[in-house]
């Protein structure tokens, strides 16, 4: 498969992000051999190199990000920006006066399948520092992808700060007036909207996990979509998220069966886990999660959600891990 690990990092994180490659090897990739493609907004040192290539059972590769997909856009009021940061710093949220936040945001929403780097490759796999993979992956998700229609995936998903993302969907509205043609015919509108379109009930696939199709994100489609959210200026003025940016994306342009939740693939990233419902499972892949941890189910979670509008029938013993 024409497939790449993408991870965004800085020198920094070369401890955590070891951590992740350990992980990702010993579960799958030392079967596969995949190249991974990293990305960081400044030069990459020796010592990461040394480090992440010795791990990586395939090629690695070491991009750095052009300056215009990280720093503020011609566009942007600066001042209204800093008068933004400065709220939400007063109001504690969360990476809420963080500029290298809202551009780590704005490039994985629009630029990081654009990178040269990843030019060459179809399908990408997304790893962030300090993640745990509980069970063996004795399959290859990129092909179960290809081979079954699939262009976007997750293993969490939970709902978004409200205070993030106050006008995100009046600037998706505006797109999909604009666009009617881009809207999948048999989309995922009700994982997304409670009263079918009218407003957003925060839902999301979390993003620091996805597998997906590259092409997709290089559509007209996406990357239209892309654009006229910047043009808003909502990573700025406030604090767009990639995660609700990609999952709307992946609701309303994608058919529902485009899409997928890799329930057997057991993560974890702070704070949260995904572990299999289902004991035989655990057994089979030799997983190492504690289902209690599993977030799956709980109150603030929206995989129910997914599964309800999917269709799906939800696994055997789900209700004892609900609360």
Known sequence: MNATFVTLARNSDVWEIARSIRQVEDRFNNRHHYDWVFLNDQAFDDRFKKVTSALVSGKTHYGEIP???????EWIDQDRAKKVREDMKEKSIIYGDSISYRHMCRFESGFFFRQELMQQFEWYWRVEPSIELYCDISYDPFKFMADNGKKYSFVISLFEYVETIQTLWDSVKKFTKAHPEYIAKDNMMGFLSDDRGDSYNHCHFWSNFEIGNLN?????????????????????????GDAP???IAAGLLLNKTEV????????????????????????DNKCHCDPGKNFDWKGYSCTSRFFDVQGMQKPAGYENQMG
Request: with cysteine; proline share 7%; net charge negative.
């Open 260 to 283: 997928h939740f890799f329930d057997d693939i057991a993560y974890y990233h702070v704070p949260f886990t995904h572990c299999p419902t289902s004991e035989q499972k655990r057994l």
């Open 67 to 73: 300056k215009e997909h990280w720093s503020f856009p």
């Open 216 to 240: 997709w994100l290089r559509s007209p489609a996406y990357v239209d979509y892309f654009t006229s959210l910047d043009r808003d200026g909502g990573f700025f003025y406030e604090r767009w």
């Open 245 to 247: 940016v990609h999952s």
